[in-house]
Every structure is written in C-alpha cells, then in structure tokens.
C-alpha cells in the first residue's frame, strides 16, 4: 500500500464501502485527484482487514507484467497460491492467460478449506485505467467470476472498466463509486482548508472556491496553495487567458471544467524563473533524483530545489525506486510538459536530450529508449538499442524487439543494420526465410557503403548515422549475417555452403576474439549429427555449450542442449546427459535465461532422456512444461518435435495408441497448415532430422502389433537427397531392412552394414537396435539360439549406456529372451534391472500419468511455513507485511546473497561484477531475480529490507 500521508478521514464512505465488502467487487471511479487512493487507504487503515494490493502504471498494461504483480500482490494471501501460475508465466508467451487465472482461482478455493485463512482479504488493484489490454480483462473476467467468498477485489480507475461492471452491479456482485460520491461538500472542502492548509476563509470565499473546484479535491489543494501563495480570489471569477489555455490539450483536464489552467498557472508563476525552469526540464522524465535533476537542468543545486518543491507542496512525491528519487504529480507534470512545448520546445527538446544522456550512462536503457522515441530521435533508438539488443538476442526477448522495431519507420529501419539484423533472427525464428533474407541483405549494404568509404570522418559521421560505435561493430555484424545465413542454409540443405560460413566465423573470431564463436561450434556440432557422425557432434556441442556460457548467451545454450544431449543418448550415455541437462538447467534458471524462444526443445529432449530411463513421471512433467513454453517465436521444427514426437512417443511407450494416432493426425493438420506452401513440403523442401509422419505412423502401428504399414513402407527406397540429413537416411535404411525381413527377404548383410556403419559413427541406439532387430526376427523363426547370441550382443551394448525402454519396447519377445540371458550369467545386473522396469510398465497407470499436472501438483501444504496476512492483531511492533518481507530472504540463493551484500556496500553493477568474478549482464539478472523473489521494485526497497535483516538472512543464505 502506498504512503498516503496524513489522510482525509470520509467516514460516510469508509461506511458505504464497509455495507458492500461481502460483494466481490467494488470499484471507485473518478479522474485523477479525487482521492481514489487515499479512501482506499483510510478504509484499509479503520477497518483491519488483511489486504494485498497492486499499484497498476501503463507499464503493466502487458499480460505477463499484470499477472506477475498479481501473483505477487496475492502471495500475501499464502506463500504457496501462486506456484502453479508462476511456472506458467515462466514462459511469458503463453497464449491463453486464462490459465493463469484459473489456476490462481483454483488456489484460492483450496485455501478456502483452510482452517487458518483469514475471514475476509482486499484486493486493491490500484490506478487500473492503464489496463486495457485484452488477454488481461478476459481472464480477469473469469477471475471475477469464480472469486471466493472471503476476497473482495477492490478497483480504483479513472474510468469505468471494461469488467461489465454495469451487469456485476445489476445482479448484486459489484458496487461503485463515482466521482459525485468523492466530491467534497462545501463542509468539507472548509475543514480540509483548515486542517491541512492552515487556511481560514469567510463563508463567501470559500462558497466562490466550492462553485468553481466542484469539490474536486486536487482542484481544492490547488486553489489553497495558489491563495496561500498570495492570488487574490477576485481572480477567481474572471475568466484566465484564453491563449494559455489552449496550450495544453490534456483531456483529463479539460472534461472537468475546473480552471485548472488558471490554478496551474498561479501556482508556477509565483515561482521563481530558475525554479520554472528546473520543473519544466523534470516534466520530461517519468521520475527524478538530484544527479538527473542536475544533469537536465545543467545546475549543481537540485537537491535544495527539489527540497524546495517539497516543501512548497509542488506536487513532488518522494518514491522508494533505484533513483531513490521523486516523481511529479501526473496532471501538474501534464501541464507543465505541454507548457514547456508551446513555450518553450528548444529548450524541451534539449532537457530530453540531456535525460537521454544521464540515463544512457547510468545504464537505464529502456527509459532512455521511450525518450528516444518520444523524439523521433532515429539514430540515438540505434544507439541504444545497440546496446540492448545483443541482451535481447541472448535471453530470446524477441517479443520485447518486436515492439520496438513495430516502431521504427521502414525507411529509418533500412540504414540501421543491427535492427535489421535482429529483425532477421525474428523472421528465422519464425519459418520467414525470404524476409530473414531481406533483412540480412539490408545489412550487408549498409556493410558495403560503410567499406567503399575510406576517409575516417565520413565513416565515423556513417556509424553515428547507424547507431554504432566502432568498427568492431561491424565486425560483429558481418560475423551475424554469416551465423544467420549458415543456420539458413544448413536447414534448406545446401551442408557445404553451411560449413564453408562456419569455418569463416571460426577463422575471423580467432583473429578478433568474436563473441559470436559458440554458434560456428553449433554449426557444426548441427552439420556432424547431420551427417551422423555423432562422437565429434559432441565435441563440438561441448565447446559450443562452454562458450555459450562464457558470454551469458541462452539462445546458444538451448540451441546447443538440444543437440548435445541427443547425440550424448544416441552414443549411450544417457546419465551424462541426464546430469548435464539437469547442471544447465540450473544454469538457465539463474540467470533468468528459461525464456528464449527454443528452450521447448531442450525441455523436449529430457523427456526423451527421461522416456528412456522409463521415469516416466518426470517425462510427462517436462512434456507439458515443453508445450507451455512454446511462443510466437519458437521455430515450427521446434513446435513438431517439442509438441507432436514428443508427445507421440510418451502416447507409444504408454501403449495409448489411439491418442498416439489421434496425435499423428493433428501432426499431419500442423504441418499442412505450416509448411504446404507453392505445393511443397517439410519433408521435401527443408532439412529435418526427424522422421516424416508417414514413417513415424508406421512405426506407431508397428508397436501396437501392426505390421504391415512397416512392410508397405519398405517397398519405397529411402532417398538422401529427399531431405539431406544422413542420420536420418541411416534409420530410414534401417527401417526398411526391417521391413523386408518381416516379409522374409533376407537382409542381414544390410542390416550388418548399417551395424557397422553406426559402429563407426558413434551411434550405439541404431546398434543396439540391429541385434535387436535380428533376435525377434530369429525368435519369430524359431531360431531362439541363434536369437540369443544377437540379443546378448544388444544386451552388453546397451548395458553400458544403461538403456531401458530402447529395450523393452521391442515386444513382448524381450522379456523371454531377458529371462535367457539371465539364466546364462548375461550381464545379471543390467538384466534384473530391466525386468524390474518392465514388471513397473506393466502396473503403471498410463491413463492417469498421462494427465496434464494439477495446480498444486508436487506442492506439499506446509501450514507452519504459511506467510500470515495482515489483521487486526498488532501485538508485534513489526508489520506483518515486514514479517512477511523477511521470510522472502531466505529464498534467495548464496549467490543472490553476496550480490546484495555486495549492493549494501554502495556498490555499483561494474562494481559488484568485478568484486564477484561475474559479467555485468549477469549481475542485472541477479538483482532481477532479487526483486522478483524480495517483492520489490527497486533497489532502495531490497536494501531497506536487507539492512533490517542482515544477520538473519546471511545466516540463511
């Protein structure tokens, strides 16, 4: 809850909002400055309920912002409420944020049953006029909707929300408060001039005050500060100048009718000229300190000005924020920025030139982006953004660059070539190859102008023009278009021209030390499983993954787990594997990096991993987390392996064949819809290593006891060329040897090949799956001897990657020839450990496995570890608030700890990065992850919380 100061005490409305708080709504509704706020805080501050409370700015006019606060604000309610809604807005892409609502209504329902929760709890949804964004009212609507009984949601705006209040109010499920209701009587309006003002006016005065403020009550404190000032109120009646009231065209002003220009107007012109003009360079920003101030201005005094404000009562409000600054009040800065503009607009101009400076240097670039644009400022977007976009490339922010770039002028886009570029990864990201080609030809003639002109002043002029700084700029640039164009061409097949792009990269980063080095290692860890050589795939997955890291860049580390770690299991070593998946999970998680548009295929991949360790449970957990963490920006290859293999091999190896069809069907649906363009397809028109759909349907049928589509299958020779991807075409070879053996041919000197062939290459599944082939079609023959020499070979292979359901699901004929190899001395461990998993196959409950995870799921009810609310108790003179606050400590990790020790000590980021051997970049995600856990939104507030608590939360940490 906000600092409301000394408050206005309205008993009459505290007792209308008391007669309603057992509706689920209720709503005030007035413009700015008619105490909304402060009779929300008065009614909280008289009745002791608990409360949570949300203050709403147009920042949180975005779906995961909005949600995120929300969870944050209801977490006072009971540490565990939120859980299930964060781990959907760990991926902040979903598309139906309904999820998050209803997840967080089906907490609040099993916390009705509780025996300690607090009879009744506010909401406070505070300034909610910035809202207005679809995919939070609709969800809303629902919470709304289905809220219990104990929780009253309480909404100030400055007008009515599109909730169907009007429906809620006529069926008895919301009550209002309209502006009429918050205005002061003339009574009223006497008392608070008084009290608040020292003001002692005769009834006349104050009745020409009451008809010309309306009982507005920022109108009212206007009037009283321009009267305590020295204005005459004979002035209030004459009408104010007619050209300084068309200056401004604020409508929230003007709907009101309430001379607010002229109570504006006396009050910034009793102020002395520099004082004018410091609050007209402050109108610029969004809040202040006194370096900004200083800096705007071009004084050394704003910290006796900015006293001065307040003590003046200039509508200055002292905040809790990383500036440990001010802001001013929101109608007086309205005013005075429009003023400045018709007054003034060089000297405007040059205040947000000189904001855009200080913020730039202190690192604040997303404020310092929003002043760019405000001015049309092209090549300072460029400049910052030069700084922002490899972070927003590296932690796969690409719905964050899409809005900006929605921005930017076509024709100012084309000679920014670092925006093209990440208009380019966008487009890639999206299956868009001709645009992702536009985009990277664009660059490359910014390159070629920047390379024709010779003479060092016009190339440093054509470098401020592109929003660079040096040469090494376009360096870096020119290695991306390799990188992209080598990801373009690697996938449309064309292998060569990929690894010819690559081998530049390597050749020109050794020379310049290129931060983009990890992705020609991932070129090639991609080209060599391509080509199925899958022993040196993992050499390089490995250099790729710890350069990757090295320069904090998530997308590399998701690209490259998602290889490595298949390449690891096809080579059989699925527990080293497993424990690096697990090592670079961590990794991802801490440095906030589980957001990068391909982090579905890596998750995708531990199901693999998990499938095949027939820990299913975990399989189907990181299944879904795979598919709630698909977003406009994950790559369709990604959506088909992530969503459809995926799912449909979870489906298979828990025999639910007729989902595994009906997956296969909406597969087929996908890819039609995605790729069936000018009458190509997937599979004949861009590389995938993954099995067409024909093929997997076959082996689907084939595992359910269907034989023959395998068989039909077998008629069609595989073709290298079809799809360029030799790993592939090694398992296709594979599949249709198997297929001519069930009809009877004799294959084995193929099949022999492939074995070797997959020998050479590294990859122990496919040889594996060749003994095993020959055993069954031994067995089927009646040949069990013969059978069992192939199956122990199979056996002693797999055992030393610790395989499980590669095995089992073979058929029923792999339980008989366990039992055999058993019986025989055959690897005894490994053999009694599979027939263990499969006597667990045989009573899992696939149905209810395969069901997507309850809201509480995993989420043990700990009521001793339960955060208390705010009552009516106040036996401690800490608050429960700070209680609470408190208790977040100690969820911060060691690391985190150090990083606030370290911000403690007045240390900056350079500072506490250098101190703690860590990047920059990876400090501002620390302290991200600080606020996000501590609940606060700024620095100030995370360092008043540690300082009241040090010793306790190192103790912790």
């Known amino acids: 809850m906000p600092d409301a100061g000394s408050l206005v005490h309205r008993p009459q409305l505290l007792q209308v909002l008391n007669e309603h708080v057992d509706l689920g709504l209720s709503v005030i509704t007035a413009p700015a400055g008619y105490g909304k706020t402060s009779l929300v805080c008065d009614w909280l501050a008289h009745n002791h309920l608990p409360y949570c409370w949300f203050s709403i700015d147009q920042k949180n006019n975005q779906p995961s912002s909005f949600w995120t606060y929300v969870c944050a604000a209801l977490k006072r309610v009971d540490a565990g ?72 949601v309480l909404i100030t705006s400055r007008n009515l929300p599109e909730l169907n209040i009007p429906s809620r109010a006529s069926k008895m499920k919301a009550h209002v408060i309209y502006s009429r209701n918050l205005a002061f009587s003339a009574d009223q309006m006497a008392d608070f001039l008084q009290s608040k003002l020292s003001l002692h006016l005769d009834s006349d005065e104050l009745q020409s005050i009451y008809e010309k403020t309306e009982g507005w009550a920022a109108a009212i404190q206007l009037a009283g500060i321009a009267i305590k000032s020295g204005a005459s109120l004979a002035n ?42 410091v609050l007209l360079g402050l109108s610029v920003v969004d809040n202040f300190n006194a370096p900004l101030s200083d800096a705007i201005n071009e004084v050394s005094n704003s910290e006796t000005l900015i006293k001065t404000l307040l003590d003046a009562g200039l509508f200055v409000v002292r905040l809790n924020n990383e500036y440990n600054g001010y802001r001013l009040h929101a109608l007086f800065r309205d005013w005075l920025f429009d003023y400045g503009q018709k007054t003034a607009k060089d000297h405007m101009l040059k205040c947000q030139q000189r904001a855009i400076g200080w913020l730039n240097a202190h690192e604040c670039f997303d404020d310092a982006l929003n002043l760019a644009f405000a001015i049309q400022d092209w090549p300072l977007v460029a400049s910052i953004m030069r700084k922002l976009y490899p972070s927003v490339i590296q932690m796969g922010r690409l719905d964050y660059a899409a809005s900006i770039l929605k921005q930017i002028p076509i024709h100012v886009m084309n000679a920014l070539p670092h925006l093209n570029m990440l208009r380019a990864v966008m487009c890639f990201n999206q299956y868009q190859y001709e645009e992702t080609q536009l985009s990277l030809e664009k660059v490359e003639a910014c390159l070629e102008r920047f390379y024709k002109n010779t003479e060092p002043h016009q190339q440093q002029k054509q470098l401020t023009d592109m929003g660079l700084e040096g040469v090494q700029d376009i360096t870096l640039l020119a290695t991306g278009v390799k990188v992209l164009q080598s990801q373009m061409a690697r996938f449309n097949g064309d292998s060569a021209r990929a690894q010819a792009l690559d081998n530049e990269v390597m050749v020109e980063s050794r020379l310049n030390d290129d931060n983009l080095l990890c992705w020609a290692h991932y070129g090639t860890l991609v080209d060599c499983f391509i080509n199925d050589e899958v022993a040196s795939s993992i050499q390089h997955g490995k250099k790729a993954l710890a350069l990757a890291k090295q320069m904090d860049d998530g997308f590399c580390v998701t690209a490259t787990l998602g290889w490595l770690l298949q390449g690891l299991y096809h080579s059989g070593k699925i527990q080293e594997a497993v424990a690096l998946a697990e090592e670079n999970l961590s990794w991802l998680t801490q440095n906030n990096l589980l957001n990068t548009p391909n982090i579905s295929t890596f998750y995708g991949t531990m199901v693999v991993l998990y499938i095949e360790l027939n820990q299913l449970e975990l399989a189907w957990q990181y299944y879904y987390l795979s598919v709630d963490s698909i977003q406009p920006f994950t790559e369709p290859r990604e959506i088909i392996f992530s969503r459809y293999h995926c799912h449909i091999q979870l489906l298979t190896v828990s025999r639910l064949w007729d989902e595994a069809k009906e997956c296969l069907q909406q597969l087929k649906e996908y890819e039609h819809l995605t790729f069936n363009q000018g009458g190509q397809s997937l599979a ?21 006891g269907n034989v023959l589509p395998l068989v039909q299958l077998s008629n069609t020779d595989p073709d290298l060329t079809f799809h360029n991807c030799n790993f592939r075409y090694q398992y296709e070879c594979f599949i249709q040897v198997a297929g001519k053996m069930l009809m009877g041919c004799d294959e084995e000197e193929q099949l022999n090949q492939i074995e070797q062939h997959s020998q050479q290459h590294g990859v122990l599944t496919r040889q594996v799956d060749c003994h095993l082939l020959l055993a069954n079609i031994l067995f089927g023959k009646g040949e069990e001897a013969q059978a069992l020499v192939h199956f122990v070979k199979a056996i002693r292979l797999a055992a030393k990657g610790e395989f499980v359901n590669h095995i089992l699901q073979k058929g029923p004929v792999m339980a008989l020839l366990l039992e055999q190899a058993l019986t025989g001395g055959v690897e005894t461990e490994y053999c009694q450990k599979l027939l263990q998993h499969s006597a667990k196959l045989k009573n899992t409950d696939f149905k209810t496995l395969s069901q997507p995870p309850s809201n509480d799921e995993g989420i043990e009810d700990d009521t001793e570890q339960s955060i208390e609310v705010a009552t009516n108790k106040s036996a401690s003179n800490e608050t429960p608030l700070n209680q609470y606050k408190m208790s977040l400590l100690a969820q911060l990790s060691p690391r985190e700890t150090q990083v606030l020790h370290q911000l403690s000590l007045g240390g900056r980021n350079k500072d506490i990065a250098l101190n703690l051997h860590l990047s920059v970049s990876t400090v501002k995600r620390h302290l991200q992850n600080i606020y996000g856990k501590l609940q606060v939104g700024s620095r100030t507030e995370a360092l008043i919380l540690f300082n009241q608590h040090t010793s306790a939360a190192l103790q912790e940490g």
């Open 81 to 152: 409420i939120t859980n299930k809604a964060e781990l959907f807005l760990e991926n902040s892409f979903i598309e139906d944020y309904s999820l998050i609502s209803d997840a967080l209504i089906e907490a609040l329902e099993k916390i009705t049953r509780k025996w300690d929760r607090p009879q009744k709890i506010i909401m406070v949804l505070d300034d909610f006029h910035h809202i207005n964004h679809k995919q939070i009212l609709e969800p809303l609507q629902r919470f709304l909707d289905y809220l219990p009984s104990w929780v009253h």
């Open 684 to 704: 004949d028109a861009h590389f995938s290593i993954l099995l067409d759909t024909k093929t997997l349907s076959a082996l689907v049928d084939m595992q359910s």
């Open 236 to 277: 209030f009646n004459e009408r104010p100048d007619i050209a300084l009231l068309n200056m401004r065209e604020n409508s929230v002003l003007q709907q009101d009718s309430l001379l607010a220009d002229f109570l504006f107007e006396e009050v910034f012109l009793q102020l002395d000229e520099p004082l004018r003009q």
